[in-house]
Every structure is written in C-alpha cells, then in structure tokens.
C-alpha cells in the first residue's frame, strides 16, 4: 500500500517534522510489517497507539481522528496480549461513543475484543461498581437512579419537613447547589461552610444530610450519587479500591477535558500507583481548546495538570485534521491562539485550502434569519444535502427566529436538543408504575401514580401514608399495605388503596414468569391508565396511546425489567424524526461532536457571543472558556462556516443596539472573507461605520481602531487585506451619514447642537413613533409609543408626518 504521507505538503513536512528519535518517527519507521489496522494510521497517531505502557496524554484536536486512535489503541493491547477485555477500563460521556467504540473495537480485534465489560460511560461503570458493593455506602444492590423530575420532588419533601418555605427557597435551586457539590465530590460533611450557609438561611447542610438520609431509606441514588457514592466506596474500603486496581491493568479515558471533579478524583484513585505497579497504564485522550462545559462543572484545569498529577508521561499531538479545509483551520488555530490556558497544538491539513470563512453584518436578528435562509436555499440548489447544514447559536433564544423563518419558506429543519421520548408525561407515569413494580421502595415512583388514573386519593390520603411511612421508616407502599388494616383512611378510600396494593403484590409476583413487556402491558391495561387515555378526547390522545405502544415495543431489546429500567436512568436518546432531509438548528454546547459541510454561525455579538454571564462570574476563565466555544463552532464546518453578527437584536423582548463581538477582531485576515454588500431592507445604506469618523475626535485607539482609520483614509483594502476583521469595516453598515458606531461603542459628543427639541414626535425604523423626551447633543432619549424609552442617535430618526 501507498505510504499516506507522500502527499503531504512539504512546508508542513518541515514544519511539523518529528524530531529524530521521537516517537513519531520510531513509529514511521517501524510500519513495514505492522498490522493492518497499524497501517492505515499517521505516523502521530500510531505513535499514540503504540505507547502503551505508562501514563499517556493523547492532545486530539478537532477532526484528528481521536476515536481512531482510541479503539486502535485497546484492539492493540489486546491483540498484542498486554491485557485481556475484562481487564481494561475504558469510560467515556456518551452512551453513543461507547457504542461506537465496541463496534470499532470489535471490528479491529474480532471476538476476543466481544464484550468488553468495562467499556463505557462514567455513570454507567460507577453503577456497576456500586451496585457490587451497594452495603458497603448503606444501599442495596438494587437501589433505584432517581431522574431530576424526582429528585425535585423528594427535595420539595425535605424542605416541607424542615418547615422551610419552598416559594423562598425554591427546590431546584436547591438540586443546582447540591448537584455542584456532588460534581465536586462534596459530601454534605466536607461542604465549605461559606457555601452550605448560603441557603434556607445557614440550612443547606441539614438539608442536604436529611436528603441523603431519606435517598438511603428509599434505597435510591441521584445520578450524583453514582460517583459520589462510588469515589467513598474506594475511598473508605482499601481493599475494594485493591482489587479494581488488580482488574483494571489498562486505563483509557475519552474526553479528559470534560472531567469534573469528582471524575477525577474517581479516575485517580484508580489510577495511583501500588506497591506491585508503581507506574500504572493510563492514557487520557482530550483537547484542552474544546473544554466548554465548565458551566456544568468540568474542570479544563486536569487536563492541563496530567504531567503533574503522573510524572514522565508521554504526551502525543494529533494535529493532521481530516475535516475541514485549510483557511477554516487557519481561522480556527488563529483564534483560539489568544488563549493562555492551554497546552498548545496548530492544525493542519493536506487537503484544500477551501473557501474562506466569511463574516457578515446585518441590521437585526430577523434579517440575520432572512440572510442565512436565503443562503441555505441557494446551497440546496447546488445539490447539497439539507443534513449537510447546520446553525449553531450561543444561546437557545436565538432559534426562534430561525423556526419562524423556516416555518415561512417551508424549510425542513430539526432541533437538536429538543423534546425527548422518555420525558413525555405518558412515559415517565408509565416507567413509574413498572419502577414500583421492580422496586417497590421506590417512594417518588408510588407518589407520581398512586392517583393516576383517578382513584379517589387526594392530597390528605397521601399525607396520611407520608405520615406513617416517616413514623415508622418504612417506603410509602408498604405504609399504604398497612394502613388498609386500620380505620385512618375512609371507607372509599381504603378500598381503592387496598385494590392498589394488591394489583401491586400480584405484578411483582409476575416478574419472573412473565416477560417482562408482556408485563408492561399487563400494567398499563389492568391498572387502568391505557383505558384512561382511550376515553380522553383531546387532541394528543392518540399520540399519546402510540407511545405506550412504542414503550413497550422498545422493551424487547432488553433481557428483564430491570436491565430496561436501568437503560432508561442511564440513557435519554433525542427522539429521532423520520428520514427527511433537514437542517439542524443547535446550540454551540450542542454542536460538539458533530460535523456538517456548511455551517452558521449568527450572534457573534459582545454581551451574546462572548456571553455576558460567563464575563461577569469567571472572568478571564469565562472568556477564554467563551472562545473555546467559538472555536468549536468554526471547527464543525467541512467546507464552509459563515460568521454573521446584528446591530440589533432583541433580547429579553427589548430591542438593543449590539457591539460585534472581540472575536471577530482575533480572526485571521488572510483567512477571512468579509462580505460587504448593501441591504434591499433599509434602502441600501452601504456605507462602512468607519467612514468620516474623525470629525467627532474619538480617542478610540485600539488597533483594530487605527487600521480602520487607515482604511478611510484609502490605505487599506477590503477582504483578505491584512490585520484583523475591523480593518475592513462591516459588511452591512445600514447607516445614515453623520454620527456612526466604531467596534460597537457610540461616537457621539454632547457639544453637537442636535435638529430636534425636547416634545417632537419622531420615527426611527425599529421602534416606530415616539415622542423626544430629553436632548443631549446629538443623543435622544425617546419614549417610543411601543418600545419604551430608548436612547438613540439623531441620525437614526426622522420627525415623524
């Protein structure tokens, strides 16, 4: 077979050429002979595969073919006889990436690769562990994974009975603070005072000891828990914590720089050397510059550690991409340069330079959705799929423009992140009936349905069976079983808990003569709530009867209730639409991952684009957390990405004048087309905002600043000019002559005498009529008939006829 590197461009041969003796050219050198899923490898990337004893980071940039690199790397140990399947653990953050990594391992080794016991997510592995050892942390083997609809609940319960004022102190927030501690590996004793104190009034530690005590009684555990629970199981058993050490030779981690806390103290754990391996096999694939989930808890800060945290540790750079085209890697590697906390790499490509990415402007955030639909149907007249294409926004209010649009052109399109299956109202009553029925301490299970369909039970029943259940430490069921034996309840009400109980007894009698779908049926028909559904007459009835039916057509797959219950916890797949083209409508947090030919990206506005909330509670962190996002974003794109920003935009229903955003300045000109073009919507008023600026003696003096002054004088050019994107000036300027707006900022002096007086009626294009409230050089303060008091320009109205 051909060398793959004989076409590489010989610039980026020296460029990036390996030093001698280095891994990567031991193992250029060494491919004669090599298997063949060593063959097809780059000479980078096999030097990952290969470097298999001691501590490895593996720096994947976007589109280097990391999955590659991590399949190839196990099918390598175990085709080699390093290790067997069962003894490697290899944890990932998707249900879908493990998949598709068994099914790639599987292909490269073949059936001594199969199973793979260890494989897959952190949550997914950290509830095989717990549930081993579930008494060693005060649970059963069988303990239910609350989902967040019922740990809300359970926390509404706790707050009730520390007599603190839900309305005041709301249970989701509570869930948010403890959801962060939990990510931490927080437990309630090790909560910093300062933080415990900050809510219900210095309660937060009671709350969260008596939350933790009730998940106990309930046999339950919140998807916190399972790490949580799993980091002091290790912790506090040295001889568990001994024996997974024993199992596990290889350790192998995909997306190291989406790690929280408490993942990593788990994976350090198991990962510290022993007296019998004082150099322990781990490797951590990641990309420090795609570290955007730290709103959620990641730390970027142990990827950036690793060499401190495992001295001696091999450090491989994968930085050929084979996505995109060379001027959006360009672009990409520019912008993301201006970062300091990162551990460095460049992309490069040996295919085409490609198109340019471009940057566009336009009046507001209904244009910007005009512009970009317009273009998507010119792509698709090219023959281009509608799967190919994707908007990727900051922030998920920016969609609507785009669904109305759409909507209005009959655009096929999806969005990502939508409603999901098994968090419709009809599945989560369904999946209650069968997690009571599997485990019947399932308390918030009972509490959802033990009046759905309507038996009579009211809000005083339930607190009855509350009350006994507290009093006598047992789970809601069986205090209901009890209390059919005494007069507490009323006649009606006794005889519809009664039935209740003993359809109960009798399904979980079923579980193991019966298949488990069968089952299913059984309990939605005899329990009634299949019948409820038949006789309602809204207009989702139907919709709703369909997906009991697919509910319980999807447990097939599985072997047993439980394994199906514990799929659901683990896993809550986006419904997928049907086999139209469409194009895909996401946030950038949304977008990681995938990859599209033709991608937009709208917004890249100061305050949206970076966010504000990211700049006013992280600071530096936030921001450069901010441009990682954004170099996500470009780094999606195959073929072309396509840069838009608005002078307006409406946010929180109020129209606002935006500044562009600073990461269109840290774009490369060399590698950016800006597309200056007037616009049919406002009469065509094309000239640049950095026209005639001088006359209002701004002191602006940044160098984006200087070079489009530079540029009015005539020494500048348009596109692909040198500098940065402010030196060629904005591509939908939408402004009169007079006053302008440079980088975002009003250069207005309060010494110009303005045309109009305080009480004159004006227009202004946006806000419509209003009445001049108050003047101050050539500002207006306007109370606008629809949009409120605005202050704007003189320049951007009119008196009004």
């Known amino acids: 077979m051909s060398d793959p590197f004989d076409n590489q461009d010989p610039d980026l041969s020296r460029a990036y050429a390996p030093k001698a003796g280095g891994l990567a050219a031991r193992a250029r050198a060494a491919m004669a002979g090599a298997p063949r899923y060593l063959e097809v490898l780059n000479p980078e990337q096999r030097a990952a595969v290969e470097a298999v004893d001691g501590p490895v980071l593996v720096l994947a940039g976007a589109g280097t073919g990391k999955t590659r690199v991590l399949t190839t790397r196990i099918a390598h140990i175990i085709g080699t006889g390093r290790a067997r399947a069962q003894e490697i653990l290899a944890v990932t953050f998707t249900n879908k990436a493990a998949r598709e990594m068994k099914e790639r391992i599987g292909a490269l080794a073949g059936a001594v690769a199969e199973g793979m016991p260890w494989l897959g997510t952190f949550h997914s592995i950290g509830t095989k562990i717990l549930r081993r050892h579930a008494e060693l942390v005060g649970l059963k083997s069988t303990f239910t994974i609350l989902d967040t609809d019922d740990q809300i609940r359970l926390i509404k319960q706790v707050l009730q009975a520390e007599n603190i004022d839900e309305k005041r102190w709301p249970a989701r927030q509570f869930a948010i603070l403890m959801d962060g501690w939990k990510n931490r590996g927080l437990e309630p004793a090790r909560v910093p005072a300062g933080e415990a104190e900050a809510f219900a009034n210095g309660k937060g530690r009671r709350i969260y000891e008596f939350y933790q005590e009730r998940l106990k009684i309930l046999n339950a555990a919140d998807f ?351 419904d997928k639409g049907g086999g139209e083209e469409k194009v895909s409508v996401m946030t950038l947090h949304a977008a990681k991952g995938l990859e599209f030919d033709t991608v937009f990206l709208p917004g890249w506005e100061e305050g949206l684009f970076p966010h504000q909330r990211a700049l006013d509670e992280q600071g530096r962190a936030g921001l450069e957390e901010e441009r990682r996002l954004a170099y996500v974003g470009v780094t999606r794109a195959r073929r072309r990405a396509k840069i838009f920003f608005a002078t307006n935009r409406r946010i929180r229903g109020l129209w606002q004048t935006t500044i562009p955003s600073r990461f269109l300045d840290e774009l490369p000109a060399a590698h950016v087309d800006v597309v200056e073009q007037a616009s049919a919507s406002y009469g065509g008023y094309a000239a640049s905002r950095f026209n005639s600026v001088e006359t209002f003696g701004s002191s602006y003096n940044t160098p984006g600043w200087q070079r489009a002054q530079r540029r009015g004088d005539g020494g500048g050019g348009s596109g692909g000019g040198s500098g940065g994107f402010a030196e060629r000036g904005a591509s939908y300027a939408g402004r009169r002559s007079g006053p302008q707006t440079i980088e975002g900022e009003l250069v207005a002096k309060s010494s110009t005498v303005s045309g109009f007086q305080q009480g004159a009626r004006v227009f202004h294009i946006k806000f419509g009529n209003g009445t001049v409230a108050s003047v101050e050089g050539n500002k207006l303060t306007v109370d606008f008939d629809k949009a409120g008091r605005k202050l704007v320009l003189e320049s951007f109205v009119e008196r009004a006829g």
């Open 224 to 574: 916190g828990d399972l790490l949580l629970e799993g980091l002091r199981l290790l912790r506090d058993n040295p001889d568990v914590l001994s024996e997974y050490q024993r199992r596990f030779r290889y350790i192998l981690v995909d997306e190291y720089q989406d790690t929280n806390t408490v993942q990593y103290l788990w994976l350090r754990l198991l990962a510290q050397a022993t007296a019998d391996r004082p150099q322990r096999n781990i490797c951590c694939v990641g990309d420090d510059d795609q570290a955007i989930y730290g709103w959620r808890g990641a730390d970027v800060d142990n990827i950036l550690r690793f060499e401190k945290d495992f001295p001696g540790a091999t450090v491989v750079r994968l930085e050929r991409n084979y996505r995109s085209t060379g001027h959006i890697l360009a672009t990409a590697a520019h912008l993301i340069a201006h970062n300091e906390g990162r551990l460095g790499k460049t992309l490069f490509t040996d295919g085409d330079e490609g198109d340019k990415p471009t940057v566009q402007g336009v009046w507001d955030s209904e244009e910007e959705a005009r512009v970009i639909g317009e273009d998507i149907e010119q792509v698709q007249r090219r023959g281009e799929s509608l799967d190919s294409i994707a908007i990727l926004v900051r922030a998920s209010f920016q969609m609507r423009e785009f669904e109305e649009r759409f909507i209005t052109l009959g655009l096929p399109y999806r969005v990502i992140g939508g409603p999901r299956f098994y968090e419709r109202a009809e599945i989560r009553d369904a999946l209650a009936y069968l997690r009571c029925v599997a485990q019947p301490s399932d308390d918030l299970a009972f509490e959802r349905i033990f009046n759905t369909p309507k038996r009579g039970l009211g809000d005083a029943a339930l607190q009855l069976m509350h009350d006994h259940a507290r009093r006598e430490k047992i789970p809601l069921l069986e205090s209901a079983r009890r209390l059919v034996e005494t007069e507490e309840l009323k006649p009606k009400q006794r005889q519809a808990v009664r039935a209740l109980v003993n359809d109960f007894a009798r399904w979980s009698s079923m579980i193991d003569t019966t298949p488990h779908n069968e089952l299913a049926e059984s309990i939605l028909e005899e329990s009634g709530y299949t019948e409820m559904w038949q006789k309602d007459r809204s207009a989702d009835a139907a919709g709703r009867l369909e997906n009991l039916k697919e509910l319980v057509r999807s447990m097939e797959e599985f072997p047993d209730l439980a394994a199906f219950l514990e799929h659901i916890s683990l896993v809550m797949e986006a």
